[in-house]
């Protein structure tokens, strides 16, 4: 299994593309092997999809987290050229995006008033908009995902428990810092941590991560460090110094969690 990161910034970066990524599972047949949660701000969704080598066309699950811009917006232009190209003929099978009814409901209202009607027929036929629950477990190209509201302040918002073809958990806290009332039952043990690091501790007093419930690299390394979790992934940051946050936040985390530490930049493929 490989998660390849399509985009790692914030709502506000201009220097990467915000956060989304993709599952590859090449054990898979071609139309089974992806599975990509959320889509960015907008349509340079496709661009990213082709700078990592992904054929957009191939695939059919998706899940999206919350109705933020930077999660949110790209999915209807996923939407659109998919039914664009049902209609023409051509994308082959069926496309299933999960997320909790809220967001599902205000995709389809958008898409609805936004798509012509030949590409809005698609719509509940062959794509297929599917209203996930609190604790529901759905298999996924073979992987077992099981969907979980993370207590959001804000918007409401779902993360999710991945299972890997050799056992490992995956588990995302979304882009809010961690609720224990929420998401211990599914965080602890997990081989994997991926959370949002929004800047390093050190620069709280510049970016505000609190104040917009946010969390920085340092409250995030000692969340997977307290959990007893191995891996760590951090994303969903700040882009003011882009060519050296890799090495200044795996430095901030390293003094905090001592196992794997992931900072990937766009398009880069993590092993899992």
Known sequence: MNLTMLGTGNALVT?????????????????????????????QIFTQLKMAGIDWKQIHEIFLTHKHIDHFTGMIWMVRLITQNMKAGKYDGET???????????????????LQPGQIKYIGDRLKL???????????????????DIGSTKAKQ????????????????????????????????ADWLLHEAFCLYGEREEFHPYEKHHSTVKDAAELAAGLGIPSLVLYHTE??????????????????FHGRIE??????TISL
């Open 239 to 256: 882009d003011k110094n882009i060519r050296n946050r890799k090495s200044l936040y795996t430095g901030e985390a390293a003094a905090y």
């Open 15 to 43: 220097e990467c593309y915000n956060t989304c990524y993709v599952y590859t599972d090449e054990t898979q047949a071609p139309e089974h092997r992806y599975f990509m949660v959320d889509a960015g701000g907008g349509g």
């Open 96 to 114: 299933h995006i999960y997320g909790h009814a809220e967001v599902i409901a205000l995709l389809d209202d958008i898409c609805r008033k936004l």
């Open 130 to 148: 599917i209203p996930v629950d609190d604790g529901e477990s759905r298999m996924i190209n073979n992987h077992r995902v099981t969907f979980f």
């Open 158 to 189: 779902f993360g999710y428990t991945l299972e890997t073809e050799d056992g490992k958990t995956i588990c995302c806290c979304g882009d809010e810092p961690y609720n224990a009332d929420f998401e211990e039952r599914y965080a602890r043990g």
């Open 263 to 268: 900072v990937p930049d766009d398009l880069e």
